[in-house]
């Protein structure tokens, strides 16, 4: 049986040309030692599409960018998060940060963004680190988007393998979780309140344009994949999208050191936060 | 020669947005004002431009004023950028490098020294030994380092004296032997452990000989002094070490004890480090719990870990675990087949399709193992993966193909997904094709169509002309599609009448790739119309032109010349499209563009220019081997080397 075997193997030229279109709508760069990473995941797109060469996809991106965005999105972003990652920055913020957001004016609701949500497992355990935290509920918000519209369904779902739940302990998932399906489990509706998703692009200052600014940005490993540009872009859009003394929180192999005037760091604990120095 | 024409360390640092509109400006430059922009871009505090401006200056600065860079006493900026752009140049700094070896200035001669440790040109082997012996130490260590750089363990004998005396050539040669990888410098290294100054860094020169000797040089090492030695970085080397033993060390119990003891009370570090050394030297009772100090540590889900190369024993494990362990589970399974336990893989099939980066790694561990009691896990994960990953597994489906159909036939599943299953499993393409046409609804049957229209013979007997008689608006596309990827000729005259009434992506793509001269005046016809063609928001215009550029031809080719003359198309698209269909008289055309700002223009250029071999061709070619993008330089210098 003569079947298609796939597109060509991916040029470098062609990976340039395509890296430049995700580097633009999305910020996230595939450097050429990623050039391998980048042609498995755009493979199946073009295998379904019947083309023959990556350059096809390219010019197909020319003629109709909005229509394929969502397709691209989904495959070009990293989904790597689970839940209970890193939690000394949350930790840190319910302590300390909080003791430096009043000294800097906060006073009533607690406005808090996870810019790249992914799933939704950031969010949410954000979110129950404020219900540990003794919050009022009716004293904080979350607000978390993503450009994959697949995730943001499974988000909005909250139903999670065991992957998510990989750092999980028995007991937290026996206090948070309902058990769903054979090794599935579903968040409890309590969690789950307060936490809202959106689409949303951490280039497009728009995605965060809500009336009033934000307390708290958390953006976790998503910048160390971006390239230099982009990640300039970003950091003007965390900046405009935060109050003055607002806490910017970034993953632990990314850092603002050097490279903004907008914030300064601030030590919490076990952690180090960005705060906002000026308009 | 006055080197700092373009900047001083005073100027001001230019603007990000400035140094990149700059960059792009660079080829379309005099070759003066590109010295003078360069000289200004690598006082940029962005590494990427700095980088790009070192990389062009690398290729478009004289060996003269490069010297001159090297010679900077006032300006430490420009003197290291001199030394940068001279390891740049890789094999063609060798000259200048070694003819600067015998340069009076001691700063000189120590920077040409860096540079040839940097190129590791064996041809610079004897100029180096020779500067082992020079009078300024800082050149002498700088050279032994460089000798280590270049691998020759004829070199040895050349170092050896320098392990007594000065501490800090002592130091030079410890990292020069480690560099040359020779057993050979095993002895001398294994006597220095003790030494508290330099042992640390012997040991690490030790690690990176690796083998068996250098194994139990520091196996024994650890354990004599294990409460003296730092943990986390001697446990490091050990492991690896081991991780790249041919065969794990055999016996090595009191190793084994040691590592096993650091599983639970050392630092993290120490903790994966002897996790990696239990794991590399083979199956053991504290397996479960290095495999997870592993699993959980910052290892990348598509690499598997050297410390994991040879164990097919823990492919069951790592493929019941989800995440990262499953992709390794995986990626091992690939590498021994035999060894994958089939229940394990059946139930890592079934419980979720891996990212699309490691499905390669799951077909190829799957490809090979040929059992039926696979084909049920695989059913499953065929039925529910996402439409786009399904051409991925189909040529998998077929290796299971009896179980499959013995499977499917005691399954409920729906009829659409049956037939195309059906037809992945080899039933014959006349059956698959009464099957298609009997099916009730255009959309049920595209639905079909488009999971199934990969296989040849199938395509080939459907009924297209028919379906696009009938219903041209559904059927247009797909079978465009099926015509440009199957070559199916026949399909053409419907496909260009379709062409001239409802322009579609896929319809113009295909009459390029089908080479059809007939479509040219369609084509020609959307190209005029502009982006609007259709009434559709698609900007059809980079797909016409690209089509026009395949079928070539004189028509063809002056209307993508007029498009890009009258800038009436993205620059790029059209000198690419151009570029496919270029004849000599193009050239003028694409020697005017080497200086454009888009580098996607001058890789055209590159291309038909080297394609035309004349000097006024070659002169623009030695332009565009100064390009500041890499692939533009690349590909004209390999024009101009041919």
């Known amino acids: 049986m003569a079947v298609t075997h796939g597109p060509a193997l991916m040029t470098p030229e062609e990976h340039l040309l395509l890296n430049e279109v995700i580097e633009r709508q999305f910020g996230l760069s595939f450097a050429p030692a990623k050039k391998e990473f980048l042609e498995s995941r755009l493979r199946p797109r073009l295998m379904s599409l019947h083309l023959r060469r990556f350059i096809d996809y390219y010019l197909l991106l020319q003629v109709d960018l909005d229509s394929e965005l969502e397709h691209l999105a989904r495959l070009v972003t990293n989904n790597e998060t689970y839940f209970f990652r890193e939690v000394y920055q949350f930790e840190g913020l319910f302590a300390e940060g909080m003791s430096e957001l009043r000294r800097a004016g906060w006073s009533s609701e607690l406005r808090m963004l996870c810019a790249g949500c992914s799933s939704g497992e950031e969010p949410y355990t954000l979110?129950?680190?404020?219900?540990?935290?003794?919050?009022?509920?009716?004293?904080?918000?979350?607000?978390?988007?993503?450009?994959?519209?697949?995730?943001?369904k499974m988000a909005r779902e909250a139903v999670y393998g065991a992957g998510s739940l990989r750092s999980t302990t028995n007991e937290q998932r026996t206090q948070y979780f309902n058990g769903f399906a054979a090794d599935r489990w579903q968040l409890?509706?309590?969690?789950?309140?307060?936490?809202?998703?959106?689409?949303?692009?951490i280039l497009d200052l728009d995605s965060f344009q809500r009336p009033q600014p934000y307390d708290v940005i958390f953006c976790r490993n998503v910048l160390i994949y971006f390239s230099e540009a982009a990640f300039q872009h970003s950091i003007a859009n965390f900046s405009r999208a935060l109050r003055l003394g607002g806490l910017l929180f970034l993953g632990h192999s990314e850092s603002l050191i050097g490279k903004s005037d907008r914030f300064e760091t601030v030590r919490l604990e076990r952690c180090i936060a960005y705060r906002k120095l000026r308009e | 020669m006055a080197p700092t024409n373009g900047s001083s360390p005073q100027d001001p640092e230019p603007s990000w947005e400035e140094c990149m509109e700059l960059l792009d400006q660079l080829p379309a430059l005099p070759a003066e004002a590109r010295v003078a922009a360069i000289e200004r871009l690598i006082r940029n505090s962005s590494p990427v431009i700095r980088e790009r401006a070192l990389r062009t200056g690398a290729a478009v600065v004289s060996d003269e004023r490069l010297e001159s860079y090297l010679r900077e006493e006032a300006d430490d900026v420009l003197r290291n950028a001199g030394l940068e752009m001279l390891k740049m140049r890789g094999p063609r700094a060798l000259g200048l490098a070694v003819r600067l070896l015998?340069?009076?200035?001691?700063?000189?001669?120590?920077?040409?020294?860096?540079?040839?440790?940097?190129?590791r040109d064996l041809r610079a082997l004897e100029p180096l030994r020779a500067a082992i012996n020079h009078e300024d130490l800082n050149v002498v260590q700088a050279a032994i380092e460089a000798v280590g750089k270049l691998g020759?363990?004829?070199?040895?004998?050349?170092?050896?004296?320098?392990?007594?005396?000065?501490?800090?050539?002592?130091?030079?040669?410890?990292?020069?032997?480690?560099?040359?990888?020779?057993?050979?410098?095993?002895?001398?290294?294994?006597?220095l452990l003790t030494?508290?100054?330099?042992?640390?860094?012997?040991?690490?020169?030790?690690?990176?000989?690796?083998?068996?000797?250098?194994?139990?040089?520091?196996?024994?090492?650890?354990?004599?002094?294990?409460?003296?030695?730092?943990?986390?970085?001697?446990?490091?080397?050990?492991?690896?070490?081991?991780?790249?033993?041919?065969?794990?060390?055999?016996?090595?119990?009191?190793?084994?004890?040691?590592?096993?003891?650091?599983?639970?009370?050392?630092?993290?570090?120490?903790?994966?480090?002897?996790?990696?050394?239990?794991?590399?030297?083979?199956?053991?009772?504290?397996?479960?719990?290095?495999?997870?100090?592993?699993?959980?540590?910052?290892?990348?889900?598509?690499?598997?870990?050297?410390?994991?190369?040879?164990?097919?024993?823990?492919?069951?494990?790592?493929?019941?675990?989800?995440?990262?362990?499953?992709?390794?589970?995986?990626?091992?399974?690939?590498r021994f087949p035999r060894a994958a336990p089939?229940?394990?893989?059946?139930?890592?099939?079934?419980?979720?399709?891996?990212?699309?980066?490691?499905?390669?790694?799951?077909?190829?561990?799957?490809?090979?193992?040929?059992d039926p009691r696979l084909a049920e896990g695989l059913l499953d994960l065929y039925l529910e993966a996402p439409a786009d990953y399904r051409g991925t597994l189909a040529p998998l489906m077929v290796t299971h193909k009896n179980e499959l159909r013995e499977l499917l036939a005691k399954r409920d599943v729906d009829d659409e997904a049956r037939l195309i299953l059906a037809a992945h499993l080899g039933l014959a393409a006349r059956d698959v094709v009464a099957h298609i046409v009997e099916i009730d609804g255009h959309e049920a049957r595209l639905r079909?169509?488009?999971?199934?229209?990969?296989?040849?013979?199938?395509?080939?007997?459907?009924?297209?002309?028919?379906?696009?008689?009938?219903?041209?608006?559904?059927?247009?596309?797909?079978?465009?599609?099926?015509?440009?990827?199957?070559?199916l000729r026949d399909l053409v005259p419907p496909l260009r009448a379709q062409l001239g009434q409802r322009p579609n992506p896929d319809l113009?793509?295909?009459?390029?790739?089908?080479?059809?001269?007939?479509?040219?005046?369609?084509?020609?016809?959307?190209?005029?119309?502009?982006?609007?063609?259709?009434?559709?928001?698609?900007?059809?215009?980079?797909?016409?032109?690209?089509?026009?550029?395949?079928?070539?031809?004189?028509?063809?080719?002056?209307?993508?010349?007029?498009?890009?003359?009258?800038?009436?198309?993205?620059?790029?698209?059209?000198?690419?499209a151009l570029s496919l269909c270029a004849i000599e008289e193009d050239d003028a055309l694409f020697r005017r563009a080497v200086g454009h700002p888009d580098w996607y223009v001058r890789l055209a250029c590159a291309d038909v220019l080297g394609r035309f071999v004349r000097p006024e061709n070659l002169a623009a070619l030695s332009q565009l081997a100064a390009d500041p993008v890499g692939i533009v330089s690349q590909r004209a210098l390999s024009f101009l080397e041919a």
């Open chain 1, 127 to 152: 979110n129950i680190y404020a219900r540990q935290a003794g919050m009022p509920g009716a004293r904080w918000t979350i607000d978390a988007f993503d450009i994959d519209v697949d995730r943001l």
């Open chain 1, 188 to 201: 409890r509706r309590p969690n789950r309140e307060g936490v809202s998703f959106a689409y949303g692009n």
């Open chain 2, 102 to 119: 015998r340069d009076p200035d001691p700063d000189v001669v120590l920077q040409s020294v860096l540079a040839l440790g940097h190129v």
């Open chain 2, 152 to 191: 020759d363990a004829r070199a040895i004998p050349d170092l050896l004296p320098f392990l007594e005396g000065d501490e800090w050539l002592q130091l030079a040669t410890i990292q020069a032997l480690g560099d040359l990888r020779s057993p050979a410098a095993v002895p001398p290294l294994a006597k």
């Open chain 2, 195 to 334: 030494d508290l100054m330099v042992g640390p860094l012997a040991a690490e020169s030790l690690a990176r000989i690796g083998g068996g000797r250098a194994f139990q040089v520091l196996c024994k090492h650890w354990l004599r002094f294990q409460d003296e030695v730092d943990p986390e970085t001697m446990v490091g080397l050990l492991a690896h070490v081991l991780e790249g033993l041919g065969t794990a060390p055999r016996g090595q119990e009191e190793l084994r004890a040691s590592l096993a003891a650091l599983l639970e009370s050392g630092e993290d570090g120490t903790k994966i480090a002897a996790a990696r050394g239990l794991l590399a030297m083979g199956p053991g009772p504290q397996d479960k719990a290095a495999l997870q100090l592993v699993v959980d540590g910052p290892a990348d889900a598509s690499v598997l870990p050297a410390c994991l190369a040879k164990r097919k024993d823990l492919v069951p494990d790592l493929l019941a675990q989800p995440g990262k362990a499953r992709s390794w589970g995986f990626l091992l399974a690939s």
């Open chain 2, 342 to 370: 089939l229940s394990a893989l059946a139930a890592a099939v079934r419980d979720e399709l891996p990212p699309a980066e490691l499905v390669g790694s799951m077909l190829k561990a799957l490809r090979k193992i040929r």
């Open chain 2, 448 to 487: 079909v169509l488009n999971q199934v229209a990969t296989q040849e013979d199938l395509v080939r007997q459907l009924p297209w002309a028919e379906w696009l008689a009938e219903r041209p608006d559904l059927y247009a596309g797909l079978a465009a599609r099926v015509a440009a990827e199957f070559s």
């Open chain 2, 508 to 576: 113009i793509r295909a009459v390029g790739e089908l080479g059809d001269r007939e479509s040219v005046p369609v084509l020609l016809g959307l190209l005029e119309s502009g982006p609007s063609a259709a009434a559709s928001p698609r900007n059809l215009v980079p797909l016409v032109l690209e089509s026009l550029g395949r079928v070539g031809g004189p028509e063809a080719r002056q209307a993508i010349r007029r498009a890009i003359l009258d800038g009436r198309c993205d620059p790029r698209i059209g000198y690419r």
